[in-house]
């Protein structure tokens, strides 16, 4: 038996192993989106599949709870790992939710103690594509996993420490970026090499059962470290949904819902009401199980109240989940998912919604919902860059202005340096800053959106996936604004001006410019209460124009200084609010005139009798018919009030005979 400090100092040893395992793959990776915006991670596991030690700050921090126990299950169907192996996968469906969506590679190798299978090393990147239908394999149009590119099963890439070359030769044929795709897989083999050098350092000292012990307690400790932090929330149920723009399939949006159960420490998410999977690739693969990707929000509240606590799967135990099957958080058969970040994103949003009820001054108004790898594809394929990966910025909460710019909702992407982007790729970066006056205003302001502008250098495409937040703001809270709407414009202001909501492959020729406004995050508290200096200090950092200043705040800023009378009277003429709600707006008060919750929750009762394939099919007809009724682009653009009235009938009618009761 170790003693404590013995097990801490092994544990200490373990996530200094994992660092550098991260630091060894970005450096030998030879992709932008690794190597800059690093798109990938490390970790080691211990026999039960969950990892034992996670990077604190290096790589992707959203796939700490991840399973590794079905994939080596699959990988090991035909006979056990030995030294040197190394198993790869990519595939949601076939490695039991290790992997989210194609691109994302999978690496583990087993860690051994003489012959005693002691643990596991882990690694995945972001590759750059994987064959399918469009460059870099991810487009929200694809409608099967089929079409998203190459699936690979949990095999075996590395035997006994040899690359089985017709693995890769697989590989290699089924991408458009063969090289890059081959330099980061090795580098992920480079990674996993230091993870076993670096372990078997360790359990030559512990030995087997000693590195056991050490798992054990790594995890046993995060678990207690979470459900103490937790327990400073109320007890009790919360719910809140939110809405993405659409199925990806017509202009029909699709729901997210939360039920969050609060209870000594733990927290239950129920995801039942969400929207049935789609014909599109915005599905969540999770077997009904929690999955680290789609409760991420709960790390970020144990770290925001705990933040030495160690990174490790014991995060998962303080964690439950149930979400429907054939549902967007728990797609069956072969649903596209390349762009579940989405989704997901949308998740985070509504389990802060949730939970902010239960603690008002922990909990953020809602981020700017929104991660979109702007990517550039040369014509001929030859490459598949990611410019930027765009977010928006951080919610607003109690006592803290949101961070700009910035989103860490599921992941925590860096950017590329634009020196870096114009000496790989064929752009010109005519802009990128914070967009001014899209952060939601409050007591407290709403993180501000960025504002990419590029221009084409040579003829190539334009993809866009997870493009989100152009119909729905992020919500602000106890009295604090909705953030900005998001827009993507094509030659902006010129007679060929495309405004775009779905993004595909868009056909660029040389000399087109491309503008991306991420929105901008909710607000929390009174606008009319934020102090004047920090309204003035926003114009003149750009965050916030002096119209805005006066119409958003109540602050009269003239030649960069607050005009004191002025602002006086202005805000005398207003009326102070800091009631603990939600602020939704315009556009989402619209759709609940329509569409409200108790009748959307029956429409899902009634969805979820008939077969998954024909669930999505059937919602988009029921709310189709009554869109029809309405402007188009509705709830961007308002109806009368007889028009709203007319389609809330019409909607109501529809659910009352589709469930079998007398209509309305």
Known sequence: MLTTVEKDVAHTRLQAAVEEMCLTLRRASRSLYVRDAADFACAVADLSGRFVAYPQDVGVSGFVGLDLAPAIEAATA??????????????????????????????????????????????????????????????????????????????????????????????????RTPDANRGDLHAMLAALGTGRRRVAELTAELGADGFAEVGRFARRQSATRARAALRTLADGTYRFEDFLDNDGVSDVPLRVVVTATVDDGAVHLDLTGTDPQVEAALNMVTFGRAHSWVVTRIFAIVGTLDPAVPLNGGLMDVIGFTAPEGTLLNATGTAATGVRHATTSRVNDVVSGALVQAAPEVLPAASSGLVVPVVFAASDGS???VVEPMVGGTGA?????????????????????????????????????????????????????????????????????????????PWGFAGGHPGALTELVVNEGRPDERR??????????????????????????????????????DVAAGLVTPTHAREAYGVVVR??????????????????????????????????????????DRLDAYLRTLPTTTRAARRRAVLGSVLDALPHRFPGAPADEAALDAAARTFAAAVADLAGTPGA
Not at 93 to 119: C, I, Q, W
Not at 443 to 460: K, Q
Not at 505 to 510: D, F, G, I, M, T
């Open 78 to 175: 035909d006979g056990p790992l030995a030294p040197g192996d190394v198993v790869l996968t990519n595939d949601p469906y076939l490695s039991g939710g290790l992997s989210t969506h194609l691109p994302d590679v999978h690496a583990l190798a087993p860690l051994f103690e003489g012959d005693a299978l002691v643990g596991y090393a882990w690694a995945f990147v972001h590759v750059s594509d994987v064959g399918g239908r469009v460059p870099s394999s991810v487009s929200v149009l694809n409608d099967s996993v089929h079409a998203e590119g190459l699936r690979v099963p949990p095999v075996r890439y590395v035997r006994g420490g040899t690359v089985v070359r017709e693995v890769e030769a697989i590989l290699a044929a089924n991408s």
């Open 397 to 473: 909460r109690h006592g803290a202005d949101g961070a700009d710019g910035r989103d860490s909702g599921i992941s925590n992407l860096s950017n590329n340096p634009v020196e870096t982007v114009e000496a790989n790729v064929a752009v010109r970066v005519l802009r990128y800053a914070l967009r001014p006056d899209s952060g939601g205003a409050g007591r407290w302001r709403g993180g501000s959106g960025l504002e990419l502008e590029i221009e084409a250098l040579t003829d190539g495409a334009l993809l866009a996936r997870g493009l989100e937040r152009l119909r729905f703001r």
């Open 383 to 385: 490459r598949v860059d």
């Open 559 to 600: 030649d960069g200084a607050v005009d004191a009378a002025a602002t006086a009277a202005e805000r005398s003429r207003r009326t102070t609010t800091s009631a603990p709600v939600h602020a939704l707006g315009p556009e989402r008060q619209r759709w609940e005139r329509v569409f409200p919750p108790d009748l959307a």
């Open 500 to 537: 775009l909501s779905v993004v595909d492959v868009e056909p660029l020729r040389a000399g087109d410019r491309v503008v991306l406004r991420t929105s901008g995050a909710g607000g929390y508290g009174d606008p009319l209460l934020r102090d004047t200096a920090a309204v003035a200090a």
